[in-house]
């Protein structure tokens, strides 16, 4: 394995050397060596039934069709609808997690947590139209509550977030039948129209595609946003520290990765128990290392500083270093591969919730209603790893400072100063030009393409053209590793963008949290929307969005619900459909005929760029500014 062909992330780099050296497999060898299947690359199998598998050609998609007839347009989207399903299913379902602690929290039955942020529940309370004056918190809470479980099982009507959505991009969800009921029952109805034998029919497929992507965005990912930030804080600016120069040599260094921050809250406790500090210090260490990975990472990063080792491609490399005394892990973009990588430096694994235990690994399990047992016990076994390292240890000492924290609470607060009101300053500097527009890059790394690179270089495009870019998930560690959350950044955006970061002091470049946090970049949308000048819905504003390195299904569902919203998405590696077919037609030109956005792909960083840069201008020529 060429190790510098694979990432331009040096520590990763490093540490897949000493892999090698060390006679370690990572994800990065299993990719050169499995090489992707072309039919299942463009979805042109289905294994719907045991009459298929079905294969068709993509060279000549309509030359052939599925056993049972399905034609390309209908085996295709629903596949399409089957990684939305779960990708829906997995942010919604982690929302869901968020709210039974809620619930929990406001019934009195867990005392380990509480209601952090009183200001942002009562804003979020009446977004949806709860009473808020002169009432009592607990009221308006169990109110709340009441009203975002209809999230999950409301059987008819709009979700409540329905009611946040701009209402002309609200109108055309009604006519196009795909404004969002309770998710359990789209995510129910988009599994059973993708059986066989029942909806064969690829717009009408895709309507649902849409429906239950837009309850993931404006359903289970804002309420897990929303019930994070009234739990644990609303996240505002912090400098942090980013890269694997975070682990320390001569302390007891834990990782959490994963996904729902009530883990790494209760990890945040457990590490600062004087007891357990004592105990390390007694077995030889200096103290107690908490560290981040991938969208837990990414929370715990913008709401409390915690330093963060890396996105998604490094948490296998991450181990390598040797100095990782314990890895704990929930939900989500945990590779199996981990455990065996863990084993050979004798690195626990542990896993915590019931979904997901990992043959090889340890599982202690996470009860939130006594969560300090879990992570309490972790600690111990890490300082007791800490005793007994055997592992040589090897750290690449590099650490990249950035400021991240930019929740669309802060933005307003930051843009708009005490003196004027929330979005009007960014709507005004997007209307005379130093703005150009607005993107959001977002989503995974990928071993297909060169870790972080297609990221860092469609990021820098975008600047230098004085495009705003708000950023998510791995790869908003992608671009802290490259420097560009820094506001000494500014000097690589245009001249426009450069004298706003310069006036405010902000990166150009503005990290807002996890990929569920992608929310808050669609309340962004809306609030420049509300805010005027730019249009009357989101389609309307000179934005779009990327996910230059996406790999799972989460960022299908993502990328549709923003599509479904309105915005020009672009995804990068490969894209999931066989060109010149009509379901890729929908999805890249008739959905924007509809009132929507549209989907992109490209593999070409600076491609990319120009797409969403083309789509901007169109943007503002249509706004006539
Ligand atoms: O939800 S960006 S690799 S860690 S899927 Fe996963 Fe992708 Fe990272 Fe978080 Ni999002
Ligand atoms: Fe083949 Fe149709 Fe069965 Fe799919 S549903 S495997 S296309 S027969």
Redesign the pocket.
């Known amino acids: 394995l060429d190790t510098r062909s694979v990432t331009i992330c040096e520590a990763t780099r490093q540490m897949l050397d000493k892999a090698q050296r060390d006679g370690v497999e990572t994800a990065f060898d299993r990719a050169a060596s499995m090489k992707p299947c072309p039919i299942g690359a463009d979805s042109a199998c289905?294994?719907?039934?045991?009459?298929?598998?079905?294969r068709l050609n993509s060279k000549d998609p309509y030359g052939k069709?599925?056993?049972?007839?399905?034609d390309i347009d209908?085996?295709m989207s629903r596949n399409f609808a089957r990684m939305v399903a779960s990708g829906a299913a997995a942010h919604t379902d982690h929302g869901m997690s968020m709210l039974d602690l809620f619930r929990e929290v406001v019934n009195g039955h867990i005392k380990e947590y509480g209601i952090k942020d009183v200001k942002k529940l009562m804003e979020v309370a009446q977004s949806v139209g709860i009473e808020t004056d002169s009432r009592e918190v607990s009221d308006i809470a169990m109110d709340l509550y009441n009203e975002l479980e209809k999230t999950y099982t409301q059987i008819e009507g709009e979700i409540p977030f329905a009611k946040r959505v701009p209402p002309k991009t609200l109108e055309t969800w009604r006519k196009q039948g795909i404004v969002p009921r309770g998710a359990m029952r789209e995510i129910m109805e988009l599994m059973h129209r993708t059986h066989?034998?029942v909806d064969q029919q690829y717009e009408n497929i895709t309507r649902q595609i849409s429906r239950t992507a837009l309850a993931d965005g404006w359903g289970g990912s804002l309420v897990a946003t929303e019930i994070s930030d009234i739990l644990f804080g609303t996240p505002s600016p912090v400098q942090v520290e980013v890269n694997m120069g975070v682990l320390k040599e001569n302390m007891v260094n834990i990782i959490v990765h994963g996904h729902e921050p009530n883990l790494f809250e209760s990890m945040l406790v457990s590490v600062n128990a004087p007891v357990l500090v004592e105990a390390a210090k007694a077995a030889g260490a200096d103290g107690i290392n908490l560290v981040g990975m991938c969208c837990s990472g990414a929370e715990m990063l913008v709401r409390h500083g915690i330093p963060h080792a890396g996105n998604f491609m490094s948490t296998e490399a991450v181990l390598v270093t040797g100095a990782v005394d314990a890895m704990c892990v929930d939900v989500q973009c945990i590779k199996q591969g981990l455990a065996k990588v863990a084993d050979c430096y004798n690195t626990p694994l542990f896993t915590t919730n019931t979904r997901c235990h990992i043959e090889g690994a340890v599982h202690i399990d996470f009860n939130e209603h006594k969560p300090l047992d879990c992570t309490d016990e972790i600690v111990i076994k890490a300082i007791s790893r800490f005793k007994n390292r055997t592992a040589a240890i090897e750290i690449p000492q590099i650490i990249n400072k950035g400021v991240h924290g930019f929740s669309y609470e802060y933005i307003n607060y930051m843009l708009g100063g005490s003196f004027r009101s929330g979005f009007t300053p960014l709507n005004e500097n997007i209307i005379n030009g130093r703005i150009r527009g607005v993107a959001g890059v977002v989503g995974c790394t990928n071993p297909r393409v060169r870790q972080d690179w297609v990221h860092v270089e469609l990021v820098k495009e975008l600047i230098k053209n004085d495009v705003l870019v708000l950023q998510t998930g791995c790869s908003q560690i992608a671009l802290a590793k490259a420097g560009l959350t820094t506001p000494e950044a500014a000097v690589l955006a245009g001249p426009g963008l450069q004298e706003v970061c310069e006036a405010v002091g902000m990166p150009p470049v503005l990290g807002l949290g996890s990929c569920v946090d992608n929310s808050r970049i669609l309340i962004a949308a809306a609030e420049m929307v509300k805010t005027g000048g730019l249009g009357e819905s989101i389609a309307d504003l000179p934005a779009a969005g990327a996910a230059p390195e996406w790999m799972s299904e989460k960022a299908i569902s993502i990328g549709h619900y923003f599509v479904a919203s309105g915005v020009y998405t672009v995804f990068g590696v490969t894209f999931p459909v066989v060109d010149g077919t009509r379901f890729q037609k929908l999805l890249f030109e008739e959905l924007e005929e509809k009132g929507m956005g549209k989907w992109g792909f490209a593999v070409d960083p600076y491609e990319m760029a120009r797409m969403m840069i083309a789509h901007i201008d169109k943007k503002r020529q249509q706004l006539g500014i």
Request: glycine share 22%.
């Open positions: 289905c294994k719907h039934c045991s009459m298929g598998p079905c069709v599925g056993v049972c007839g399905a209908t085996i066989m034998g």
